[in-house]
């Protein structure tokens, strides 16, 4: 998944949220202020969706199409010589919708979408009567090009 991403690209892991102060706050309500969330896991560890996208080649796969309907082509003009219908087929296979509707896009760290979420979740705290509240961000280092962001 991240051999993927452009060079100078960090592939954003995680979203941590460290409250100081009062506990009575709901991490989940901070968590969905969040603007940039990262990608989705399949049974606690691994990115099945971001797995699946890396593994859809657009070039490929338009290759692919276009022989197919070569290929149908061909297999028409024979039938037509022939006083038969001609098939019509769609040129999408069950593999390609597939990837299409469950494969997920590496979601790639941006500092300006950070920035964003730093001032929303202070708004919000400000607006549930957390007149002092003051929200850090910080990055952590998982990898070469993995990143947790931390607020």
């Known amino acids: 998944m991240v051999k993927h991403l452009d060079d100078g690209d960090q592939l954003l892991v995680k979203n941590e949220i460290e409250l100081l102060g009062s506990k009575s706050l709901n991490e989940n309500d901070l968590q969905s202020i969040i603007k940039q969330k ?36 061909r297999k028409n003009k024979r039938k037509i010589a022939k006083g038969k219908d ?16 469950i494969g997920e896009k590496p979601v790639v760290y941006d500092s300006l979408r950070t920035i964003t979420s730093s001032k929303q979740l202070e708004i919000y705290l400000r607006k549930s009567g957390y007149f002092s509240a003051h929200v850090e961000h910080e990055l952590k280092q998982r990898s070469k090009r993995k990143i947790i962001s931390r607020y």
Do not use: C, H, M
């Open 38 to 73: 990262p990608n989705t896991k399949l049974f606690f560890f691994f990115r099945f969706n971001a797995w699946l996208y890396g593994r859809y080649d657009k070039g490929k796969l338009v290759q692919k199409r276009e022989n197919k309907q070569q290929r149908l082509d």
């Open 86 to 101: 001609p098939v019509n087929e769609t040129s999408e296979t069950w593999r390609d919708r597939l990837i299409q509707n």
